[in-house]
C-alpha cells in the first residue's frame, strides 16, 4: 500500500488560482498513472485529470486551466488549477499507486467571493 498526502487547498476568489500537491510515500509515481478526482457537495466522485504513461488527460470542464505535472525525483503529483470557478468547489483526491488503488484523504478547495 502507497500512502498519498495531498496539500495545497484552500478558500480563493473566482478566477484565483491554487496548486495542489500529491506526495507519495515512495517512489511509485514514475511509469504510474496518477489521477486527481474531486467531489462536490451531493455530487459523486468525478476523474479531473489523468497522467500516464499515455499521456494527459482531463475532464472538459478544466481544460485551458487546470495542469497536471509530476516531479519524479520529489514522489510529487501536482495540479495547477487557474481562473477558478465555484463550481470548482470540492474535495480533491489523489490516486494512485501500483494497482491505481491507493487514495490520499483529501485537500478542501473552495472558490467563493
Known amino acids: 500500500q502507497v500512502q498519498l498526502v495531498e496539500s495545497g487547498g484552500g478558500l480563493v476568489q473566482p478566477g484565483g488560482w491554487l496548486r495542489l500537491s500529491c506526495a507519495a510515500s515512495?517512489?511509485?509515481?514514475?511509469?504510474?498513472?496518477v489521477g486527481w478526482y474531486r467531489q462536490a457537495p451531493g455530487k459523486q466522485r468525478e476523474l479531473v485529470a489523468k497522467i500516464g504513461s499515455g499521456g494527459n488527460i482531463y475532464v472538459d470542464s478544466v481544460k485551458g486551466r487546470f495542469t497536471i505535472s509530476r516531479d519524479v525525483a520529489r514522489n510529487t503529483v501536482y495540479l495547477q488549477m487557474n481562473s477558478l470557478k465555484p463550481e470548482d468547489t470540492g474535495v480533491y483526491y489523489c490516486r494512485g499507486g501500483p494497482g491505481y488503488g491507493d487514495w490520499g484523504q483529501g485537500t478542501q478547495v473552495t472558490v467563493s467571493s
Open positions: 515512495g517512489s511509485i509515481f514514475n511509469g504510474y498513472a
